[in-house]
T-cell receptor, first 112, second 112 residues
Framework: AQSVTQLGSHVSVSEGALVLLRCNYS??????LFWYVQYPNQGLQLLLKYTSAATLVKGINGFEAEFKKSETSFHLTKPSAHMSDAAEYFCAAHWGYQKVTFGTGTKLQVIP | KAGVTQTPRYLIKTRGQQVTLSCSPISGHRSVSWYQQTPGQGLQFLFE???????NKGNFPGRFSGRQFSNSRSEMNVSTLELGDSALYLC???????????FGPGTRLTVL
């Protein structure tokens, strides 16, 4: 079955350090891929999405993600963490007309 | 363009009651999906409606139902509420099948 896996339910980084949040999908067919961010008591907000146009995707707030077909991965990175990046991040995949599949989420803590 | 709106934002009910939540998608969006989010289970897909037809359904009991109107507004209903139904219910709209989901702020349901 098609699925999305996020490694690490909690990630802590120091302010100014690299942020790396991992996402892998399981499918022989590459899906559309998304990263969303959720702040407390709010809905999800799109950070970026991959739709096969380019493997390196740049999003909002300085985030980017690279699609690697050979690794079935779509990891999210940011060169320098900011306190305002503390939130929960969700990776999601969509295969055509099927429902969107979300990962279990990664809570990012930024340590001052 | 106005975003996805959900009403009410907060709701308190008692066990056995029923509840109806409303979602108004972004103008022009024809697909509406519903999700339940809890600390223990994470983000779980409930159902998706497209042009007034249920297109996908998650693994929830029949107490959970939904519908979509001709103006794309959607409602979800939960009958015979249980304590475990306490959650943040999120609605998301998209233009078409494989597009970005835009989320509303959610309805926080508390069942006492």
């Amino acid at each position: 079955a098609q699925s999305v896996t996020q490694l690490g339910s909690h990630v802590s980084v120091s302010e100014g350090a690299l942020v790396l949040l991992r996402c892998n999908y399981s499918s022989s067919v590459p899906p559309y891929l998304f990263w969303y961010v959720q702040y407390p008591n709010q809905g999800l907000q799109l950070l970026l999405k991959y739709t096969s146009a380019a493997t390196l995707v740049k999003g909002i707030n300085g985030f980017e993600a690279e699609f690697k077909k050979s690794e079935t991965s779509f990891h999210l990175t940011k060169p320098s963490a900011h306190m305002s990046d503390a939130a929960e991040y969700f990776c999601a995949a969509h295969w055509g007309y099927q429902k969107v599949t979300f990962g279990t989420g990664t809570k990012l803590q930024v340590i001052p | 363009k106005a975003g996805v709106t959900q009403t009410p934002r907060y709701l308190i009910k008692t066990r056995g009651q029923q509840v109806t939540l409303s979602c108004s998608p972004i103008s022009g969006h024809r697909s509406v999906s519903w999700y339940q989010q809890t600390p223990g289970q994470g983000l779980q897909f409930l159902f998706e409606y497209f042009s007034e037809t249920q297109r996908n359904k998650g693994n929830f009991p029949g107490r959970f139902s939904g519908r979509q109107f001709s103006n794309s507004r959607s409602e979800m209903n939960v009958s015979t509420l249980e304590l475990g139904d306490s959650a943040l219910y999120l609605c998301a709209s998209t233009v078409g099948a494989a597009d970005t989901q835009y989320f509303g702020p959610g309805t926080r349901l508390t069942v006492l």
